[in-house]
């Protein structure tokens, strides 16, 4: 059982506004993810002064939150949930320091992510340390005593304006409606440790999704067209090959089993998806697939760790593109199932975010 709300979601100024040698760093934690619980969050109130530690139950605690922390000025904050609170929260921010936002013009935060959700796409991401011994408390230990070795940039897919690490139409949002349907009927007892992690996942592709199109058509045509700037074709091993792609000019044609764009190699459990996605800044990893079930299914650990690069994967750099599909296809965005959709934009976002990287230590 969670413990009360701290007294943190009093949201007006408190001591921490005040001018001190130390860097403040905020930490803002799920109240409804799985591994944020009451012992978590008692640790954590070991190194994180009471006014800095917040629990979040809802999207409007979250903008609170946001109101809170860019109000008190926090050079630092923390999320810990996964990578839908993260998103979920920087969304708020930059929502509030953009052009109509309270506090436009405000510098954004710094964010560091704690790996206490499902996926943590992100988390891997910046190498954050695991929940095992004291890792996540470290990892806050070491941002208030400025000991983090590096911040790294961070682009942003934006999508029907919201912001995203990765966004796509077919097999991938397929795959996880899959995983969840896998997570609620084996996900319990004996196997939830099993089913409600990356065993899940690859469980959902190698017993659902896949066998799945084994009897079903996964192609569907598709027309991916390049946005106002210049497109780049990558090669196997991620170089630029060919001449630069035009503003406006088809990239693909055909059939696809999916279209997919990431600014950061990890969906998540590990799985890099998008190997290239880091290699030139202000550019997104276009993704289109084009194999079949049966060429997944024989190289999905090559596949999942980023290594399998068949004839029928077509890799871009590009900053906006719009994929149409021929009939409706399942769409996520940032790991989140979104329905269906048969157009779509995916673009770079017009702010980056920084995330402080802990350099491997786990």
């Known amino acids: 059982m969670l413990v009360q709300p701290l007294r943190s979601t009093d949201f007006r100024r408190s001591p921490s506004a005040l001018p001190s040698a130390e860097p403040k760093v905020a930490v803002l934690l799920n109240a409804n993810a799985r591994k944020v619980d009451a012992r978590v969050v008692k640790l954590l109130s070991h190194v994180v002064p009471e006014e800095d530690l917040f629990l979040s139950r809802s999207p409007l605690d979250a903008r609170r ?172 091993d991620g170089h630029e090959v060919g001449a630069p792609l035009a503003p406006g000019a088809t990239l693909f044609r055909g059939k696809l089993m999916m279209a997919a764009a990431g600014t950061m190699p990890f969906y998540g459990y590990g799985f890099r998806m998008f190997p290239y996605a880091n290699d030139r800044r202000g550019y997104l990893q276009l993704r289109l697939g084009q194999v079949s079930p049966t060429q997944v299914l024989a190289n999905l650990p090559r596949l999942w760790n980023g290594r399998w690069a068949p004839e029928g994967l077509h890799d871009f750099h590009a900053k906006d593109v719009t994929i149409r599909f021929a009939k409706p296809m399942p769409f996520q965005v940032g790991g989140d199932a979104a329905g269906y959709r048969e157009q779509v934009k995916l673009s770079v976002a017009p702010e980056s975010i920084e995330l402080l990287d802990f350099n491997g230590v786990q």
Do not use: W
Request: glycine share 16%.
């Open 65 to 236: 939150i946001a109101q809170t922390v860019l109000e008190r000025g926090y050079p630092t904050v923390f999320t810990g949930g996964g990578d839908g609170t993260f998103m979920g929260f920087v969304n708020e921010v930059l929502q509030q320091v953009g052009p109509r936002g309270k506090f436009a013009g405000q510098a954004a935060p710094r964010f560091g992510i704690l790996k206490l959700g499902t996926g943590n796409g992100i988390a891997a991401f910046v190498n954050a340390s695991s929940t095992r011994g004291d890792g996540i408390l470290n990892d806050v230990v070491r941002a208030r005593a400025s000991e983090v070795p590096s911040v790294r940039t961070m682009d942003l897919v934006q999508v029907d304006g919201q912001r995203a690490p990765f966004a796509g139409l077919g097999v991938d949002g397929k795959v996880l409606n899959d995983y969840i349907a896998v997570k609620e009927t084996l996900g319990k007892g004996m196997f939830k440790r099993v089913m409600s992690g990356g065993g899940g996942y690859f469980s959902a592709v190698a017993f659902k999704t896949v066998p799945h199109y084994l009897t079903s058509s996964v192609l569907v045509e598709c027309e991916v067209v390049n946005g106002a700037a210049e497109a780049f074709r990558l090669g196997a």
